[in-house]
């Protein structure tokens, strides 16, 4: 019954600070529609970036602080300049026809994780007291529970991305959304988190 309850209260933690991952996914599956390659890098990259915030969010649980809480807004800083980067380069290649080159080609392991990482910098503050609280055991339970939600929430990603109504819209604008949603999205964890005094 407890094991039940354990998983129950994971489920609810990751559906709730995870949300907004669905949506960067769709953009990025979108993007990386008719390429495996680009989609295999998503699927890793997200991955990858979530585990980096469990295993911040473990060590600081187990009593080693991974990051200051201080600094945890800066993390902002990568989604920003990856739209930046993103915006410069659907500007520089906005007079060609060969969209499939440009688009799938940023959409490295790497560039994933960094996102992923940085928009879930805020979970490790959530994570931290929920992994305390939980005891290894329970630790490990949440830990399972969060890998197999990745994998949902890439697959919603995904689902999301092909449905004809939306891969029409992503293949029309997602080179304008996506810079959008990273510059936003790191505008608002650097000031949420009070960077630079804002």
Sequence with gaps: MTGLGTVGQAVAVFVATNVDDVVILALFFGRAAGHRAATTAVVVGQYLGFVAILAGSVVAALGARLLPESSIA???????????????????S???DDDDAAGPSQLGVLTVAAVTFANGGDNIGVYIPVFAVAGVAGMVTYVVVFL?????????????ATRPAIAR?????????????LIVLGVVILVEG?????
């Design 169 to 181: 819209l992503m293949a029309r604008w997602g080179d304008v959304v996506l810079p959008v949603v």
């Design 94 to 96: 906005r007079g060609d």
């Design 148 to 160: 197999v939600g990745v994998a949902a929430c890439c697959a919603l990603g995904w689902y999301l």
């Design 74 to 92: 800066y993390l902002g800083l990568l989604p920003l300049l990856l739209g930046i980067y993103a915006a410069w380069e659907a500007w520089r």
């Design 194 to 198: 009070g960077a630079f005094g804002i």
